[in-house]
């Protein structure tokens, strides 16, 4: 049987319509992958003792086999709160009380870990190195890195994981990523596979021994927040016996999808169910999203925007942010050729207008976002889409209805999920047709 | 204050002794008020112009032809003559999982606009064997 371990929070997600949402996180996410699929399996976690009563009734209507407590977190009340769940950008995790905590291990507990068949560890806010203390070389170990381990050099694992799990959210994978060859030379004696998630751009499975790599897509679609979703992935793809890895890969991304569609937990067990009734080739047929992080350098976004000093640079900024979050490049043409000023001479017109324009034909997209009727704006979608360079019209604010504007632009996006589901999806199709 | 859904745990049956609360609490108790496999929905496709249907008869489908969902490379509508006519948006991808369910999605052409940029919006129904 599988012992999953890690921390167990109260996630609180702020930003949930119609209402904050508040449910238990940390590892209890990865369980409830495996109620939906009605695996047995165990939970050893930390947790302050306040929670002990919740934990004890969410993992029996969970029917977790056992919930074994391997210490107590003191000083801290493990708290998330999350501005923002989609991963539209940085997610702003706010943990309450996280420079005070304190846990207190109970050694007794800690000893039966070393009975289990298989180990899949969440790293968290306890000491990793004193789980792998307690485990041996013929279990199978599977960690995911998650935040908590801000270096390899923090890992001592003294045998071989079956499975590394590194997200490009992780402080890990922020700290230390060069390259995708680098970065897997780093783990080459500690791990035998290693997964890299790469959020919306799918999932890179290498494997030491063949020196195989293997592009996993992700499914997108509306999701209603993406807490939890990458534990999710992690623990189906090592829980479906009987299926190869690259196999249960596919099926812990469909699940994966699934997870951050709802956060209603009977509505993700029955689609758990419903997904698992098609065939495994039926689901790798389907075509999903593959962007790796480093192609995303070669995503060079021109800004089309009335993006001058005296308007509001919320949304513009916002963009900035989110898309470099991604790793992608956005181009914003009058912060890097500068601002026409007021009667400007024609001299001075025409070269902004020249450095403009061969900014846009460097670009590979165009996203247009449009506040108010900014000719400049205008005229700049009339371009790219006469160029056939892909064009994204942003418009939360449904101010767009002239038919040009509506009809010309490839696609109009009217929330910022949508918007980055649809620049990843654009810019998958293109890798995969060898155009970037 | 203090009405929020932050007051207590419930995704999951059984909390507090398996009651729902109350139905104007849209994020709380362990289900959603729908299931969305059951749900009739309308949208425009995508990728028509560089599907089979218009590839291969340079046209599109006209308003009010017969249309099936079926899952192939994406989920895709296809027409009468068996033909590919467009993909369904990936919002959509969920009815992967309602199809091997045993929902079947049909449905008509809704709007059919052809020209530079052909336009085919269709309006599709569940039923269920």
């Known amino acids: 049987m599988i012992c999953l371990i890690g921390d167990i929070l109260t996630d609180v997600n702020l ?6 949402k508040m449910r238990l996180g940390g590892i209890i996410h990865a369980a409830r992958a495996l109620w939906a699929m009605d695996i047995d ?5 930390f947790a302050p003792s306040y929670m002990e009563e919740h934990i004890s009734n969410c993992l029996k209507q969970y029917n977790c086999k056992e919930g074994i407590r391997l210490g107590e977190v003191v000083n801290n009340p493990y708290v998330m709160l999350f501005k923002e769940a989609k991963e539209i950008g940085d997610q702003g995790y706010e943990f309450l009380y996280r420079d005070t905590i304190n846990i207190k291990y109970y050694e007794d507990h800690l000893s039966r870990l070393s009975s289990f068949d298989e180990i899949f560890i969440i790293s968290g806010s306890y000491n990793i190195n004193t789980i792998f203390k307690h485990l041996n070389s013929t279990q199978r170990i ?3 890195c998650a935040n908590d381990i801000e270096s390899s050099e923090h890992l001592c694992n003294s045998f071989p994981l079956e499975i590394l799990f590194i997200s490009t959210s992780s402080s890990i994978f922020r700290n230390e990523y060069s390259t995708f060859s680098e970065f897997c030379e780093i783990f ?7 997964i890299i998630k790469e959020n919306r751009g799918g999932s890179i499975w290498y494997e030491y021994s063949t020196l195989s790599k293997t592009e996993i897509p992700c499914y997108l679609s509306e999701i209603s927040h993406s807490v939890g979703v990458g534990d999710v992935f992690d623990v189906v793809s090592i829980a479906l016996h009987g299926e190869s890895l690259e196999n249960s890969l596919y099926r812990a991304s469909w699940i994966a999808k699934i997870y951050a569609e709802t956060t209603f937990v009977d ?4 689609n758990v169910k419903r997904s698992l009734k098609g065939d495994v080739m039926s689901l790798k047929s389907l075509d999903g999203c593959i962007l790796p992080w480093e192609i995303r350098q070669k995503c060079h976004i021109y800004l089309a925007a009335p993006d001058f000093n005296h308007v509001d640079s919320f949304s513009f900024d916002h963009l900035e942010e989110c898309l470099s979050y991604h790793n992608f490049v956005l181009h914003r043409p009058i912060k890097e050729n500068g601002q026409l000023p007021l009667r400007a001479d024609k001299a001075k017109s025409r070269e902004l207008f020249n450095k403009d324009m061969e900014l846009l034909g460097r670009c590979n997209m165009v996203i247009a976002m449009l506040p108010f009727n900014d000719p400049g704006t205008l005229i700049e979608i009339g371009i790219a889409c006469e160029r056939r360079i892909p064009t994204i019209l942003f418009d939360s604010d449904k101010q767009a209805y002239n038919c040009m504007l509506t009809e010309l632009p490839d696609k109009i996006c009217t929330d910022w999920d949508e918007l980055i589901c649809e620049i990843f999806s654009t810019y998958s199709k293109m890798y995969k047709n060898g155009v970037i | 204050m203090g009405s929020s859904g932050t007051g207590r745990l419930t995704d999951y049956s059984g909390f507090f002794g398996g009651q729902k609360p109350s139905p104007s609490k849209g994020m709380q108790g362990p289900s959603g008020p729908i299931d969305r496999c059951a749900l009739a929905f309308s949208t425009e496709l995508e990728d028509v112009l560089t599907s089979e249907y218009y590839t291969k008869l340079k046209t599109i489908p ?7 969902i079926a899952i192939k490379y994406r989920i895709v509508v296809i027409a009468n003559n068996g033909l590919v006519v467009g993909n369904l948006p990936t919002r959509y991808n969920y009815l992967y999982e ?7 999605y049909q449905g008509v052409v809704e709007e059919s606009e052809a020209g530079i940029l052909p336009l085919v919006i269709v309006a599709v129904t569940p039923s269920k064997s």
């Open chain 1, 142 to 144: 599977y960690l995911d």
């Open chain 1, 41 to 45: 399996y165990t939970v050893a976690y």
């Open chain 1, 15 to 20: 930003s949930a319509q119609p209402e904050p």
């Open chain 1, 267 to 270: 509505d993700f067990k029955r």
């Open chain 2, 98 to 104: 309602c199809i091997n369910d045993g929902f079947v």
């Open chain 2, 62 to 68: 006209a308003k009010g032809e017969h249309i099936t």
């Open chain 1, 188 to 194: 080459r004696t500690r791990t035998k596979n290693l």
